[in-house]
């Protein structure tokens, strides 16, 4: 069974520009949920996503946005870098309920120079 | 709102030493908990869970008890070795719909020395 998969795995991006981050769930899981992740601020919500609708979104600003696709996988858009935005990003695929966990990609570790 | 606190470290032991990391939360309702479990350069996996109160998460030989009366979730094993080194993120769930996505803690940077 194919895991959770994010493209691309590493990107470096230069102040002002916009990127896109894609999310293959496992097949099945209709929820999807984005995570930024820095040494300061550790593991931060960023959005959660069911049957193409999101259903929460963290304290990020506005440049943050996503979507998900009737097949599931995600995207996510930061608009004008900032130095701040480098960090792991990270998609997690889970079964509708809170009783079951997430599993993980390997992230893609985004850097703005 | 909901939050997690665990103890951050790093916490250092020998090889075949016993291995605690406490994890206390705070939330509305009845959430689940978790432990995630992050290698260098890796993503997270999923260690353990458990979804209401007294059940028992256990994987791998480490084991976490869902307390409610001390809203805890604490991480044990008996006997930690070098390739546990690793950094744990407690984390809960909300019952709200479960579309909060997760609450982590900070995360507890293990070290395991031969």
């Known amino acids: 069974k194919a895991g959770v998969t994010q493209t691309p795995r590493y990107l470096i991006k230069t102040r002002g520009q916009q990127v896109t981050l894609s999310c293959s769930p496992i097949?099945?899981?209709?929820?999807v949920s984005w995570y930024q992740q820095t040494p300061g601020q550790g593991l931060q919500f960023l959005f959660e996503y069911f049957s193409e609708t999101q259903r929460n979104k963290g304290n990020f600003p506005g440049r943050f946005s996503g979507r998900q696709f009737s097949n599931s996988r995600s995207e996510m858009n930061v608009s004008t870098l900032e130095l701040g935005d480098s960090a792991l990003y990270l998609c997690?695929?889970?079964?509708?309920?809170?009783?079951?966990?997430?599993?993980f990609g390997s992230g893609t570790r985004l850097t703005v120079v | 709102g909901n939050s997690v606190t665990q103890m951050e470290g790093p916490v250092t032991l020998s090889e075949e030493a016993f291995l605690t990391i406490n994890c206390t939360y705070t939330a509305t309702g009845y959430p689940s908990l978790f432990w995630y479990v992050q290698y260098p350069g890796e993503g997270l996996q999923l260690l353990l869970k458990?979804?209401?109160?007294?059940d028992k998460g256990s994987n791998k030989g480490f084991e976490a008890t869902y307390r409610k009366e001390t809203t805890s979730f604490h991480l044990e094993k008996g006997s930690v070795q070098v390739s546990d080194s690793a950094v744990y993120f407690c984390?809960?769930?909300?019952?709200?719909?479960?579309?909060?996505?997760?609450?982590f803690g900070k995360g507890t940077h293990l070290i395991i020395q031969p």
């Open positions: 097949s099945g899981h209709r929820s």
């Open positions: 984390a809960l769930r909300s019952s709200g719909g479960g579309a909060d996505g997760l609450t």
């Open positions: 458990a979804t209401k109160a007294d």
């Open positions: 997690a695929s889970s079964l509708e309920g809170y009783s079951y966990g997430y599993t």
